[in-house]
């Protein structure tokens, strides 16, 4: 099985999010508000993590 | 008196014994803590969360980590494996994650099934909460 880099980072920030919506909150909307943040939070900041590398090494 | 006095520790010793049980459950087998407290969504989305992350480390050809090391990282990422409870022991007892890590998936792969553990783990303790009344629902 071979991933690119960043569907390895979307499938990882997936089940991740769904975890820490289960366990960080009570309710149910809340669950999935937290772990669509989650979501956006992991891929964002790797993202951004990616381009601040990428200017540091140009 | 006495037989007052024991009542409510019988109660208390039963009551206090689920927590546990379901925390150890949680452990062994994703999602386990929630299907005992009927938690039958929650329970299913974490186990399938789980078991696929570390499946999808195993099949990147990820690290398996053995208890057997000497540097702290290596400890550190075994106890994170640790945390796949039964998982963990069918991956070693098939022999699977025991090739070297030679490529950057392979890497991902690794850090896969050391996450999954440790996700199992917040959920195990998670479902201790339920149990506990800690969390309210």
């Given at each position: 099985?071979?991933?690119?880099?960043?569907?390895?980072v979307?499938?990882?920030?997936?089940?991740?999010?769904?975890?820490?919506?289960?366990?960080?909150?009570?309710?149910?909307?809340?669950?999935?508000?937290?772990?669509?943040?989650?979501?956006?939070?992991?891929?964002?900041?790797?993202?951004?993590?990616?381009?601040?590398?990428?200017?540091?090494?140009? | 008196?006495?037989?007052?006095?024991?009542?409510?520790?019988?109660?208390?010793?039963?009551?206090?014994?689920?927590?546990?049980?379901?925390?150890?459950?949680?452990?062994?087998?994703?999602?386990?803590?929630?299907?005992?407290?009927?938690?039958?969504?929650?329970?299913?989305?974490?186990?399938?969360?789980?078991?696929?992350?570390?499946?999808?480390?195993?099949?990147?050809?990820?690290?398996?980590?053995?208890?057997?090391t000497?540097?702290?990282?290596?400890?550190?990422?075994?106890?994170?494996?640790?945390?796949?409870?039964?998982?963990?022991?069918?991956?070693?007892?098939?022999?699977?994650?025991?090739?070297?890590v030679?490529?950057?998936?392979?890497?991902?792969?690794?850090?896969?099934?050391v996450?999954?553990?440790?996700?199992?783990?917040i959920?195990a303790v998670?479902?201790?909460?339920?149990?506990?009344?800690?969390?309210?629902?």
């Amino acid at each position: 099985m071979t991933l690119t880099h960043f569907s390895a980072v979307l499938i990882f920030s997936f089940f991740t999010a769904v975890v820490f919506g289960i366990t960080q909150r009570s309710e149910p909307r809340m669950m999935v508000r937290f772990a669509a943040f989650t979501f956006v939070i992991f891929v964002g900041g790797t993202i951004a993590a990616s381009w601040l590398m990428w200017l540091i090494k140009h | 008196m006495p037989t007052n006095a024991q009542a409510p520790a019988r109660t208390a010793g039963q009551s206090s014994s689920l927590p546990v049980i379901v925390l150890i459950a949680g452990w062994l087998v994703p999602g386990a803590g929630h299907f005992l407290l009927k938690k039958w969504i929650r329970g299913t989305l974490l186990f399938i969360s789980i078991v696929a992350m570390f499946c999808i480390g195993i099949a990147l050809k990820g690290k398996v980590y053995t208890p057997n090391t000497s540097e702290l990282l290596d400890v550190l990422n075994f106890v994170g494996d640790l945390g796949n409870g039964l998982l963990y022991l069918i991956a070693r007892v098939l022999g699977l994650g025991t090739a070297p890590v030679e490529l950057a998936t392979a890497d991902y792969g690794t850090k896969f099934m050391v996450v999954a553990g440790l996700l199992n783990i917040i959920s195990a303790v998670d479902a201790h909460s339920l149990a506990t009344g800690r969390k309210n629902s």
